[in-house]
């Protein structure tokens, strides 16, 4: 059987995904799922480098005003530039370096 990370693996080298559609795919309901996934990516980004491999992050984008979040594994809440909450989640890739 697989772990969680090793089915996000895998799920990532087929498409890019965001954490809230890798939450659908892995059946995580709850209030700490992104959270939780939000910690694999990491550990995942860590493990891919010794792989030869790398994460791909598209950074989050408001949907207001179109600022451009920093490319790191998170998913904000607030835009810093006009405080909207209309945020388009980062989306996430494995590829081969």
Known sequence: MMTRRQKIINLLEERDYSISELAVMLEMRGKGSK???????????????????????????????GFVFSPDIHVPSKCPK???????????KISQR
Do not use: M
């Open 35 to 65: 959270k939780i996934i939000v910690d694999d990516l990491k550990a995942i980004a860590k493990t891919l480098k010794r792989e030869g491999k790398v994460l791909l992050v598209q950074p989050a984008v408001c949907r207001k005003c």
């Open 82 to 92: 006009c405080k909207s909450s209309w945020i388009e989640e980062p989306r996430f």
